[in-house]
C-alpha cells in the first residue's frame, strides 16, 4: 500500500510537542479527523492508530474514532477519509536546511570529499591534493573562458592546502572562487580578486582576511560575498539553486525545512524570491524561518532590527511562516577547524576564530530574551560552547525563564561537563552527528588528537 507523509506540524521546531500538549482554543476553531487504514505515530507508546484530530494545523489526538469523541463533543468536525485506505506518518524534519545557502550553492560545480547524489547529476568524491587540482583544471578548462568558475566542497584535510599562486597555476586568465565545505571561508586566484576589483589597501588589517594567500574566511568572507551579489544574489541564480533545492527536498521526503539565519545575505531578496518559488502548489513543505539577528543588527543597528524582527510574523504566508526566535553566533566553523577550542587547543597550534565575541553574544541576546524570544546560537568548539553557555546562565540569572528551549546549534566538540550544565540549564541541542562519520577519524589525525575526536557531537551523554 502507498504510504502517505501527512503534512502536519510533528516537530519540536514549532515548540510542539504534539501528542501530549493540552492545547486550549479561544475561538473553537472546525476539527478535522483524518481516517487512514494505518496511522505510524513513532510514538512507542502508542505506535498505531487509524484516526488523527487536528483544527489550526495543530494535532489534538491520535487513536480511533471512538477514542476522539470527547474531543468532537459539542465541537463542530467534519471527518476526512482521504487517507481511508493509505498509511499515514509524521513527515520528515530536516531543521537546518538554509534553503537560501542552499539556493546559493547547487549551481555551483561541486568537487567534495565523498559522493553526491544532487537533483541533476552526481558528482563522484575526491581526495587528495593532486586529484582535487586535477578536477578544478578540468572544470576550469570547460564553457566560457572568462566565466567565473565556482567550486564548492573544499576541504584542507582532504584536498591539502591551496592557496590564490597554486590557483593561478590552474588558470591566470579565468577567475576561480573555492569555496569552502564549511561555507565560511573562499580562495580566490588572481583573476578572481582582479574580477571583484579587491585589492590588497582595501583589505588591510582585516585580521580573517589573507590577500596573499587569496582567502577570506569568517566574517572575511563577507568581503569577498559582498562583491559576488550583482553574481551569485540575483533572481536567476538563486531562483535556479531554489528550483533544485525544492527538489531535493522531495526527494528526502520532507515536509518542514528551517532557515536558522533567515537574512543572512539580504532578508528583502531572499523573501521575495521564497514567496515566489516555494508558496505554491508543487513545493507543498513548509519553511520555519528564524531571523539572523547579528547580521540585521550590522545594517540597520540594534533598536530598528528589533522592530523589523517582531514584525516579520505578519508577512507569513500558508508555507513560509517567521517563527518567533533568533539566530546569533559564537564561533567559527566546525568544518574549518576554526571553532573556538578550550586548552589545549589545537595540535598545530593555530587557533580559532569569534563570529561574535562573548561579550557580544550577550549583549545581543539579552533584548531577545527579554522579550520572550527563543534564541539559537551557532557554538560548535567547546570555547564557543562555554561562551554561549556563560550567556544563558547570566541571561537566566538576570531574567528567569521557563521552557525557554534555549538552544544550541551544531555543537562539534563540546566536554561531558557542558553537556551536564546544558542540562542544569535546559537548553536544547540541534547537532550535526553526520561530523563524526565525515570528520572523526581525520580529526583525530589532525587538530583534535584521538580522545577529542572520537567524543565529537556529545549528545547521546546529554
Same mark, same amino acid.
Given at each position: 500500500?502507498?504510504?502517505?507523509? @501527512?503534512?502536519?506540524?510533528?516537530?519540536?521546531?514549532?515548540?510542539?510537542?504534539?501528542?501530549?500538549?493540552? $492545547?486550549?482554543?479561544?475561538?473553537?476553531?472546525?476539527?478535522?479527523?483524518?481516517?487512514?487504514?494505518?496511522?505510524?505515530?513513532?510514538?512507542?507508546?502508542?505506535?498505531?492508530?487509524?484516526?488523527?484530530?487536528?483544527?489550526?494545523?495543530?494535532?489534538?489526538?491520535?487513536?480511533?474514532?471512538?477514542?476522539?469523541?470527547?474531543? @468532537?463533543?459539542?465541537?463542530?468536525?467534519?471527518?476526512?477519509?482521504?487517507?481511508?485506505?493509505?498509511?499515514?506518518?509524521?513527515?520528515?524534519?530536516?531543521?537546518? @536546511?538554509?534553503?537560501?545557502?542552499?539556493?546559493?550553492?547547487?549551481?555551483?560545480?561541486?568537487?567534495?570529499?565523498?559522493?553526491?547524489?544532487?537533483?541533476?547529476?552526481?558528482?563522484?568524491?575526491?581526495? #587528495?591534493?593532486?586529484?582535487?587540482?586535477?578536477? !578544478?583544471?578540468?572544470?576550469?578548462?570547460?564553457?566560457?573562458?572568462?566565466?567565473?568558475?565556482?567550486?564548492?566542497?573544499?576541504?584542507?584535510?582532504?584536498?591539502?592546502?591551496?592557496?590564490?599562486?597554486? !590557483?593561478?597555476?590552474?588558470?591566470?586568465?579565468?577567475?576561480?572562487?573555492?569555496?569552502?565545505?564549511?561555507?565560511?571561508?573562499?580562495?580566490?586566484?588572481?583573476?578572481?580578486?582582479?574580477?571583484?576589483?579587491?585589492?590588497?589597501?582595501?583589505?588591510?588589517?582585516?585580521?580573517?582576511?589573507?590577500?596573499?594567500?587569496? =582567502?577570506?574566511? +569568517?566574517? #572575511?568572507?563577507?568581503?569577498?560575498?559582498?562583491?559576488?551579489?550583482?553574481?551569485?544574489?540575483?533572481?536567476?541564480?538563486?531562483?535556479?539553486?531554489?528550483?533544485?533545492?525544492?527538489? %531535493?527536498? =522531495?526527494?528526502?521526503? !520532507?515536509?518542514?525545512?528551517?532557515?536558522?539565519?533567515?537574512?543572512?545575505?539580504?532578508?528583502?531578496?531572499?523573501?521575495?524570491?521564497?514567496?515566489?518559488?516555494?508558496?505554491?502548489?508543487?513545493?507543498?513543505?513548509?519553511?520555519?524561518?528564524?531571523?539572523?539577528?547579528?547580521?540585521?543588527? *550590522?545594517? &540597520?543597528?540594534? *533598536? +530598528?532590527?528589533?522592530?523589523?524582527?517582531?514584525?516579520?510574523?505578519?508577512?507569513?504566508?500558508?508555507?513560509?511562516?517567521?517563527?518567533?526566535?533568533?539566530?546569533?553566533?559564537?564561533?567559527?566553523?566546525?568544518?574549518?577547524?576554526?571553532?573556538?577550542?578550550?586548552?589545549?587547543?589545537?595540535?598545530?597550534?593555530?587557533?580559532? *576564530?569569534? &563570529?561574535?565575541?562573548?561579550?557580544?553574544?550577550?549583549?545581543?541576546?539579552?533584548?531577545?530574551?527579554?522579550?520572550?524570544?527563543? $534564541?539559537?546560537?551557532?557554538? %560548535?568548539?567547546?570555547?564557543?560552547?562555554?561562551?554561549?553557555?556563560?550567556?544563558?546562565?547570566?541571561?537566566?540569572?538576570?531574567?528567569?525563564?521557563?521552557?525557554?528551549?534555549?538552544?544550541?546549534?551544531?555543537?562539534?566538540?563540546?566536554?561531558?561537563?557542558?553537556?551536564?550544565?546544558?542540562?542544569?540549564?535546559?537548553?536544547?541541542?540541534?547537532?550535526?552527528?553526520?561530523? &563524526?562519520?565525515?570528520?572523526?577519524?581525520?580529526?583525530?589525525?589532525?587538530? @583534535?588528537?584521538?580522545?577529542?575526536?572520537?567524543?565529537?557531537?556529545?549528545?547521546?551523554?546529554?
Amino acid at each position: 500500500m502507498p504510504v502517505l507523509l @501527512l503534512y502536519v506540524c510533528m516537530t519540536p521546531l514549532f515548540g510542539l510537542s504534539v501528542f501530549a500538549e493540552k $492545547i486550549a482554543f479561544q475561538s473553537e476553531p472546525e476539527i478535522t479527523v483524518y481516517q487512514a487504514r494505518s496511522v505510524i505515530t513513532m510514538n512507542p507508546s502508542q505506535p498505531r492508530a487509524t484516526a488523527v484530530a487536528v483544527a489550526e494545523g495543530r494535532i489534538l489526538g491520535v487513536g480511533s474514532l471512538d477514542d476522539l469523541t470527547p474531543w @468532537l463533543q459539542n465541537r463542530s468536525y467534519r471527518i476526512d477519509r482521504t487517507f481511508s485506505n493509505k498509511y499515514v506518518m509524521p513527515g520528515f524534519i530536516d531543521n537546518h @536546511l538554509h534553503p537560501i545557502m542552499a539556493a546559493l550553492l547547487l549551481p555551483m560545480e561541486f568537487i567534495t570529499p565523498y559522493d553526491w547524489h544532487l537533483p541533476d547529476r552526481m558528482v563522484k568524491g575526491v581526495q #587528495g591534493n593532486a586529484a582535487y587540482l586535477e578536477r !578544478l583544471m578540468q572544470l576550469s578548462s570547460q564553457g566560457d573562458a572568462n566565466a567565473p568558475l565556482f567550486a564548492w566542497g573544499y576541504h584542507q584535510q582532504f584536498h591539502g592546502p591551496i592557496d590564490r599562486h597554486m !590557483l593561478d597555476q590552474v588558470s591566470a586568465v579565468r577567475p576561480i572562487v573555492v569555496w569552502h565545505r564549511s561555507f565560511h571561508e573562499v580562495y580566490l586566484n588572481t583573476a578572481a580578486l582582479n574580477w571583484l576589483q579587491l585589492t590588497r589597501e582595501e583589505i588591510a588589517g582585516n585580521p580573517q582576511v589573507n590577500y596573499e594567500q587569496g =582567502h577570506f574566511f +569568517e566574517l #572575511g568572507l563577507r568581503v569577498a560575498l559582498n562583491r559576488m551579489a550583482p553574481t551569485l544574489l540575483t533572481p536567476a541564480w538563486l531562483g535556479k539553486g531554489l528550483g533544485l533545492m525544492a527538489r %531535493n527536498v =522531495h526527494q528526502g521526503g !520532507l515536509t518542514t525545512i528551517a532557515d536558522i539565519a533567515a537574512g543572512l545575505f539580504d532578508l528583502e531578496l531572499e523573501w521575495t524570491l521564497q514567496q515566489k518559488f516555494l508558496e505554491r502548489p508543487t513545493t507543498p513543505f513548509r519553511v520555519a524561518y528564524v531571523a539572523d539577528a547579528r547580521t540585521l543588527s *550590522e545594517k &540597520l543597528g540594534d *533598536e +530598528e532590527a528589533f522592530e523589523q524582527i517582531d514584525k516579520l510574523p505578519q508577512r507569513n504566508t500558508h508555507h513560509l511562516k517567521f517563527i518567533r526566535a533568533v539566530k546569533l553566533f559564537s564561533d567559527g566553523a566546525f568544518y574549518s577547524q576554526l571553532m573556538q577550542l578550550d586548552a589545549p587547543g589545537y595540535i598545530d597550534g593555530h587557533h580559532g *576564530e569569534w &563570529l561574535m565575541t562573548p561579550e557580544e553574544l550577550l549583549r545581543k541576546a539579552r533584548p531577545y530574551w527579554n522579550a520572550g524570544y527563543q $534564541i539559537h546560537v551557532h557554538a %560548535n568548539g567547546s570555547g564557543g560552547v562555554g561562551a554561549t553557555l556563560d550567556a544563558l546562565e547570566r541571561l537566566q540569572q538576570e531574567r528567569p525563564r521557563y521552557d525557554h528551549r534555549f538552544a544550541l546549534h551544531h555543537l562539534g566538540y563540546s566536554t561531558s561537563a557542558q553537556s551536564r550544565r546544558m542540562s542544569d540549564l535546559d537548553a536544547i541541542a540541534s547537532v550535526n552527528p553526520y561530523f &563524526l562519520w565525515a570528520l572523526g577519524r581525520i580529526y583525530a589525525e589532525q587538530g @583534535l588528537g584521538y580522545d577529542r575526536a572520537s567524543q565529537m557531537v556529545d549528545w547521546v551523554r546529554w
